[in-house]
């Protein structure tokens, strides 16, 4: 619907376009009259009308001044000046106003009529792109987080390669080359109802929604979606900021946030913040803020670099990691899965009864583990999610290390089933570039180098695969097309030793005779 506001001081004109309007216009409406250039003003901003049809000639302020105050208030209604064939050079100065067009008097009914229709298709395109925008926006403003979690845990936690940051600093508008984490936890506890768990995942729910608008008021930041019990923030920073700064920044932000989380939520909180790192580094800026997260106190902030060291404290067992993961890496599942549980014991041994402890542990191993195994792993996003779900409700502690142990194991066969796929691909790529270029001066770094594999490594995976070594394989194809080259009496030997790669007849003729017991003149006349 469009509003129309009619500004006039004749009862004739007012009437007439009346008419004309509710009689030939579809979907407008006249939503007042104003007959003096003060009340124009007055009945604008309270009725904020689509179309105002001003007269420039009206008592006291003339239409021309209205205009300029309503656009004050106002710059999105249009206006369309009716005025005598005298007045006309005030019409000039509607211009610069803006006003969208102007009518002679007496008016003319087509003329109204297609300059109003022409103005309300301009007033439904607009509204029309604004609600594309709008839309637009609801959608950017549901994607943005998501994407925002994904970067996070993708690019940072998991620690992928970031091949597009041109592309990430474009989505999010900030730069991101370097910054630092900051790990947010809320205090776990078990709910013994189902009340107390609906509880618990509102409370968890109002911490991320309060944290996330609070530490985007005060600095440009990717805020993941809650893990378990915790948030995970990456602040980016200019690269040329001092590190003390930065910390003392990072500090000053965080109380920030903890104040305006104790005066509206219940619960305890703390705070980590590591170190500013580049982007492709981040993962010790996340180790160092969780870390600071579970060597502080409750409502508390704490940098790693403030951290005072307890060597009473019992600590991870990290040469037992490095060890399980040596054994992932040589595909030693039975070793890996030992030291595994090995590692599995220490937690039940200093986490006690503490579950929820051993299923954030155990989901950090698998992170570590997947991130140290340097295998492809062709697994869905999903399909660890599902896995994850079902650790987390997991209700006994002896049922944890089973299920970890089976998903991994699972995951190491892929891992391995994929593996044979992809060398097997391998090798044949190998076989078809050696033999597209058998009768060139070919050698094993040529094709290790097209493989984009080391020479020495390509050199023992190809004699594992083929059963011989590069050079016997090589000639071997070289003296089967030697054979055939020489059933044609018109081809010299020596044309067919450079068409087979040997620029020396006389070595070639030395390889073949070595290969067939007899030399190429001789292989000749027997076959003829």
Not at 316 to 335: A, C, H, N, Q, V
Request: aromatic share 10%; charged share 30%.
């Amino acid at each position: 619907m469009i509003r129309v506001l009619i500004a006039d001081d004749e009862h004739l004109s007012i009437d007439y376009l009346k008419l004309i309007i509710e009689k030939n216009i579809e979907d407008a409406e006249i939503i007042a009259i104003a007959k003096s250039g003060r009340e124009a003003i007055e009945k604008s901003i309270s009725h904020s009308p689509d179309i105002v049809f001003m007269d420039i000639k009206m008592p006291g302020i003339n239409g021309i001044e209205a205009i300029k105050e309503i656009r004050k208030t106002n710059v999105n209604i249009n206006f369309i000046i009716t005025t005598a064939y005298e007045y006309f050079d005030y019409a000039k100065d509607a211009v610069n106003l803006g006003v969208y067009d102007y009518l002679l008097k007496p008016l003319n009914k087509v003329k109204l009529i297609d300059t109003f229709n022409n103005l309300k298709n301009l007033i439904e395109e607009r509204r029309k792109s604004l609600q594309n925008e709008v839309l637009l926006r609801e959608k950017m403003n549901k994607i943005i987080p998501r994407m925002e979690s994904q970067f996070v845990y993708t690019h940072i936690v998991n620690e992928r390669k970031i091949r597009d940051l041109d592309f990430y600093e474009s989505i999010f508008d900030m730069k991101l080359y370097k910054g630092y984490i900051m790990v947010a936890t809320l205090e776990e506890y078990k709910a013994k109802s189902k009340e107390e768990n609906y509880h618990k995942n509102i409370l968890m729910h109002e911490f991320y929604d309060l944290f996330n608008m609070t530490i985007k008021k005060y600095t440009h930041c990717l805020v993941g979606q809650p893990l378990l019990d915790r948030i995970i923030v990456y602040v980016p920073v200019e690269k040329e900021l001092d590190e003390y700064l930065i910390r003392n920044i990072a500090i000053d932000i965080a109380n920030k946030i903890l104040k305006k989380i104790n005066e509206s939520l219940e619960g305890n909180y703390k705070i980590g913040i590591g170190r500013a790192y580049n982007i492709d580094n981040l993962l010790k800026s996340y180790n160092e803020a969780f870390t600071s997260t579970t060597l502080s106190s409750n409502n508390e902030i704490t940098h790693i670099d403030d951290i005072v060291l307890n060597s009473e404290i019992d600590e991870y067992p990290l040469d037992k990691e490095k060890t399980m993961i040596k054994y992932f890496i040589s595909r030693d599942i039975d070793g890996a899965i030992k030291v595994l549980e090995e590692i599995f014991t220490w937690m039940i041994i200093n986490y006690k009864d503490d579950i929820d402890k051993i299923k954030s542990k155990l989901i950090e191993l698998l992170i570590v583990i997947k991130r140290n195994i340097p295998y492809k792993i062709n697994e869905s996003d999903y399909k660890e999610q599902i896995f994850i779900m079902k650790l987390l409700k997991t209700k006994e502690v002896n049922e944890l290390m089973p299920n970890f142990s089976t998903y991994i194991k699972q995951m190491l066969l892929d891992i391995n089933n994929n593996r044979e796929k992809q060398l097997e691909g391998i090798i044949i790529e190998a076989i078809e570039f050696i033999k597209e270029n058998y009768n060139k001066n070919v050698s094993l770094r040529d094709v290790a180098k097209n493989l984009n594999m080391s020479y020495h490594y390509f050199s023992k995976f190809f004699k594992e695969s083929i059963g011989k070594n590069f050079v016997d394989y090589v000639t071997d194809i070289r003296m089967s097309k030697a054979k055939e080259l020489l059933e044609n009496e018109d081809y010299s030997i020596k044309a067919i030793s450079f068409d087979i790669g040997y620029n020396d007849p006389n070595y070639f003729s030395k390889i073949f005779k070595k290969y067939f017991g007899m030399s190429p003149t001789e292989f000749r006349q027997n076959s003829v």
